[in-house]
């Protein structure tokens, strides 16, 4: 069973490279997008500053058997009342990752459930999420975890 934790400075080289199969799993599926990962060290640079530095954000780590396995960023969102809506005041999942050998076993639920438990205790009762339309294999577990559709991104490309 895996347990989380926040993710320390020291975690930023294992965070990196569990980056990596999901960064390939996108890389492979929309090649317009998302570039492939030649260069490790400005991962790590992202973790360390952009996420690990952010203020109303956390990032878990996943282990199981003293093995990283996975990890999850996630931010507060918060903006101003406006003429059109309400003052949102939410926890967005940025990313989630769990290596393909680990689905399965509990560690995106334990990874999900942290991230839960920090909304919790923000006194936060909605969290969000995106993932891409090719990943029907994430669709189905988030929606086990209890998220459902409230936006539908569409595109087209114009030649």
Partial sequence: MAT???ATLEDVP???????EVQE????????????????AAFETDFRERMLGDSEGWVFLAEEA????GYAYATLVQRPES????????????QISVKSTFR?????????????????SQGVNRVTLSTWAFNSDAHGFF???G??????????TLE
Avoid: W
């Fill in 4 to 6: 989380t934790r926040l």
């Fill in 14 to 20: 294992v965070l990196a490279q569990l980056l990596l």
């Fill in 25 to 40: 799993l996108h890389v492979v599926n929309r090649p317009d997008i998302f570039k492939p990962a030649d260069d490790v």
């Fill in 66 to 69: 003293n093995s990283a396995v």
């Fill in 83 to 94: 003429v059109y809506g309400f003052a949102p005041r939410y926890i967005h999942i940025d």
């Fill in 104 to 120: 399965g076993r509990g560690c995106g639920q334990a990874l999900v459930e942290a991230v839960f438990a920090m909304a919790r």
């Fill in 143 to 145: 929606e086990k975890m």
């Fill in 147 to 156: 998220f459902q559709p409230y936006l539908f991104s569409m595109e087209t």
